[in-house]
């Protein structure tokens, strides 16, 4: 927990100000800025202030916050415009849902002569804590991401159109997968508060992972 640590990283998901940046948008010295950093010097209350302002955080976080630790493992962290597309979707409760809904996506494009399939995928949310609690069952959704003329049979076709999302990229997010995947849903959220974009669930995909040794996690913007 550092005030210093926190404001670098701060810095870094504003994209990559520099000290000098934050130095000119705070009316004070770039010195000052590096002394805040390292921790051998902390603002007088009314920078502290205008800091939380300019990056819509509180003081606590600010001070008392590990931001940090959310950041370390994520690079590439950008907004973009992913292009419409269609897809076909399979939704799996199990005690291995994400692996099952994903080789059912795959299975079903290798059996329509696609063998390299683009998958995305997200929670599926319909669990009971029954499911959850006794039998240790949760749920996941994956999708194929259709090619350009496939249209695979006896199953439904959903279309998304263009849309903004924030992003992140993950290297080998299942060396550790049930702390990686979820910090970077929150370093993601983290980036899109710090930057003034909000999360969306009307009509578009609310977030995916893609599916692979890297990953890239989404979350559609306003």
Request: with cysteine; hydrophobic share 40%; proline share 5%.
């Amino acid at each position: 927990m550092s005030f210093g640590k926190n404001l670098q990283f701060l810095r870094h998901l504003r994209g990559n100000m520099t000290q000098e940046d934050l130095a000119e948008k705070m009316h004070i010295s770039r010195q000052t800025v590096s002394k805040w950093e390292l921790d051998a010097a902390q603002p007088e209350m009314e920078k502290a202030v205008e800091l939380c302002g300019f990056f819509n955080c509180t003081l606590d976080d600010l001070f008392r916050g590990d931001m940090v630790a959310c950041g370390e493992t994520y690079t590439n962290l950008r907004v973009e415009t992913v292009p419409a597309f269609r897809y076909i979707k399979h939704a799996v409760i199990s005690v291995d849902p994400e692996g099952d809904a994903v080789n059912n996506v795959i299975s079903i494009a290798r059996r329509c002569g696609v063998d390299h399939p683009r998958v995305i995928g997200w929670d599926f949310p319909n669990v009971s804590q029954e499911q959850v609690n006794v039998f240790n069952m949760h749920g996941y959704e994956a999708a194929w991401v259709l090619p350009d003329g496939v249209v695979p049979p006896d199953r439904e076709i959903y279309e998304q159109a263009a849309h903004k999302y924030a992003a992140v990229h993950i290297e080998k997010p299942f060396d550790n997968p049930f702390v990686t995947i979820p910090n970077a849903y929150k370093t993601l959220m983290e980036y899109m508060r710090v930057n003034g974009f909000e999360h969306t669930e009307q009509d578009v995909i609310p977030c995916f992972e893609t599916d692979g040794e890297s990953m890239d996690i989404y979350i559609a913007c306003k």
